[in-house]
């Protein structure tokens, strides 16, 4: 098993990357670590060669995870990181004649994030201070057709000199993971099991509020009922769809 990590911030010793490099060696098999600053890179033109583009593109068409490593800057992704990933995106993307992105020639590889933010863990549970650069990259990722394998989140790192031991162990727990990603092991009894048990849940609060209201006679119990339970499945929805990202 391969990894490589791209890593977007401003200082390839910081917090940040030393996290993402202990990740690194805990992840079972070959690793490399890779300082987007150092590479020159613009986006294929017509006519023209792209060396830097290419060097980079077979690296991650090696890796069996992609692991990327962006700071949050002004509550979005590093400028290096953000450039890499616009610069590979007619590549590893597929274009309809009508202009919709679909999953391209890397779908089905696993990635997984690793980022951190000023702010103490409490606070960014509350700000989501790290949630915008955590979606974009969950956007460009899912649009190639990567399988998220998790994220890593370092909150606090403002006058921070050295990494928490139990973020280290986080890591480590991470990386053991990896592998069952990888192997695209079937989760899906998980699935519906989770599945059963969010509308058994669903379900009993609808019934309990719909005891709140002065409701008699059988259609109005049932649009009560539909009206709930709907919003309650909208909200879950979106809270596990948009919302859900590790904080501290």
Request: charge should be positive; proline fraction near 7%; avoid cysteine.
């Given at each position: 098993m391969h990894t490589v990590a791209?890593?977007?911030?401003?200082?390839?010793?910081?917090?940040t990357a030393r996290l993402a490099q202990h990740l690194l060696t805990a992840i079972p098999g070959t690793s490399e670590f890779i300082d987007l600053n150092?590479?020159?890179?613009?986006?294929?033109?017509p006519g023209e060669t792209n060396l830097n583009l290419d060097a980079l593109?077979?690296?991650?068409?090696?890796?069996?995870?992609?692991?990327?490593?962006?700071?949050?800057?002004?509550?979005?992704?590093?400028g290096p990181l953000k450039q890499a990933l616009d610069c590979l995106r007619p590549r590893i993307i597929r274009m309809t004649q009508k202009g919709d992105s679909l999953p391209g020639k890397y779908r089905g590889k696993v990635y997984l994030i690793v980022s951190s933010c000023f702010a103490s863990g409490w606070d960014n549970t509350f700000t989501h201070q790290t949630d915008a650069c955590l979606t974009t990259l969950d956007k460009a990722m899912s649009t190639a057709g990567l399988r998220k394998a998790g994220e890593l989140v370092l909150p606090h790192t403002w006058g921070m000199?050295?990494?928490?031991?139990?973020?280290?162990?986080?890591?480590?727990?991470?990386?053991?993971?990896?592998?069952?990603?990888?192997?695209?092991?079937?989760?899906?009894m998980k699935r519906y099991g989770l599945l059963f048990v969010m509308v058994a849940v669903m379900a009993l609060i609808t019934m309990s509020l719909q005891?709140?209201?002065?409701?008699?006679?059988?259609?109005?119990?049932?649009?009560?009922?539909?009206?709930?339970?709907?919003?309650?499945?909208?909200?879950?929805?979106?809270?596990?769809?948009?919302?859900?990202?590790?904080h501290r």
């Open positions: 791209l890593f977007g911030g401003h200082n390839p010793k910081g917090l150092t590479r020159f890179l613009h986006p294929d033109r593109e077979a690296k991650l068409a090696h890796a069996d995870i992609w692991v990327l490593i962006s700071p949050t800057y002004y509550g979005s992704v590093a000199s050295e990494l928490p031991p139990a973020k280290l162990k986080t890591a480590e727990q991470l990386a053991v993971k990896l592998p069952r990603r990888v192997r695209k092991d079937d989760e899906t005891l709140l209201l002065p409701l008699s006679g059988f259609w109005w119990r049932y649009i009560s009922f539909v009206i709930i339970f709907f919003g309650l499945l909208a909200g879950i929805l979106h809270y596990a769809t948009f919302m859900r990202h590790k």
